[in-house]
């Protein structure tokens, strides 16, 4: 049912993604194909001749910036993430945090969610479909309009916000934001944690997953900030969230269950969740909690 879809080289590239999800895939590919009016493999065709070409120099001169503009200017104009994106939200990996997110949700009372560097609006459209209210943050550009649009095509009332506009999300309304491989491209992390910490109300969730090193997996990640290399030591990405008026909770993940059906040839299964207080970089969530004030 995937086979139409299945790019091996993005399954060679990331492993870790587990292949197509069939139930999400022809979803996540219809949605990009009539946006641009391209079928799949035209797509991914474009997708890797600029890949391999002009947009391997524009992520080294990104990952080595020295100010902000610099950073914005790819991210505005880059088509890079309307089939990379869409290929992660269709695969078995993501489907399976989207259900950890989900449950989370439910589980503690998150009723309004804000995915801060939303990308193609993947997590928004699950969530919303789950009854679960997700607001949507990121830059101006084609990933933006592209957001925008299959909110509208699958009829989703979904306030978006632009990171360079006056507009921002209302400050302490939100239950939980979720920055997903997201700050390892940010300029700003601190100012960008404040941001955070006022959009939350107290005790709200901040819900990160980051990868600070230059590489993961044996997937060279060129892109993400060299400045920030020091993050991928726990301890200091933890001070950075921390200094920023918040506190560690755990680690959000699948439950013991979950891992038992794993085990037993489930690779994807979510029977449940759970917040472990181990402090570290890896596969799962990282939960911090807003102070009070």
């Not at 609006?121 to 919303?128: A, P």
């Not at 491209?185 to 601190?190: E, K, P, S, Y």
């Given at each position: 049912m995937t086979r139409q879809f299945t790019d091996p080289r993005m399954d060679r590239e990331f492993p870790d993604w587990g292949g197509l999800d069939p139930r999400a895939a022809g979803h996540v590919f219809g949605d990009v194909s009539t946006y641009l009016g391209l079928p799949i493999e035209k797509i991914a065709q474009a997708y890797w001749f600029y890949r391999d070409r002009q947009?391997?120099?524009?992520?080294?001169?990104?990952?080595?910036a020295t100010d902000e503009a610099t950073v914005l200017a790819y991210y505005t104009s880059t088509p890079h993430y309307l089939y990379e994106l869409s290929y992660w939200e269709a695969s078995l990996e993501k489907q399976a945090w989207f259900r950890v997110l989900a449950r989370a949700c439910q589980k503690y009372g998150l009723r309004?969610?804000?995915d801060f560097g939303g990308g193609v609006?993947?997590?928004?459209?699950?969530?919303?479909t789950h009854g679960i209210p997700c607001d949507y943050l990121d830059v101006p550009g084609k990933t933006f309009d592209y957001a925008a649009w299959r909110f509208a095509r699958h009829g989703l009332d979904v306030a978006t916000y632009q990171t360079t506009s006056s507009s921002n999300p209302p400050e302490g309304a939100l239950d939980a934001i979720v920055a997903w491989d997201v700050l390892e491209?940010?300029?700003?992390?601190?100012g960008t944690m404040g941001n955070i910490a006022r959009w939350l109300r107290p005790d709200g969730w901040f819900i990160s997953k980051?990868?600070?090193?230059?590489?993961?997996d044996g997937h060279e990640s060129g892109i993400h900030l060299a400045k920030h290399?020091?993050?991928?030591?726990i301890r200091?990405?933890?001070q950075l969230i921390l200094r920023n008026g918040f506190r560690y909770l755990g680690q959000l993940k699948p439950n013991p269950l979950s891992r038992l059906l794993r085990q037993c040839g489930l690779r994807y299964a979510v029977a449940g969740i759970a917040i472990m207080p181990r402090l570290k970089h890896g596969g799962n969530f990282?939960?911090?909690t807003r102070l009070s004030r």
């Open positions: 947009d391997a120099a524009a992520q080294r001169q990104v990952a080595e309004r969610v804000l609006g993947g997590l928004n459209l699950y969530l919303k491209h940010l300029f700003d992390l601190d980051s990868t600070f090193s230059e590489e993961h290399a020091c993050y991928s030591d200091q990405f933890n990282l939960v911090h």
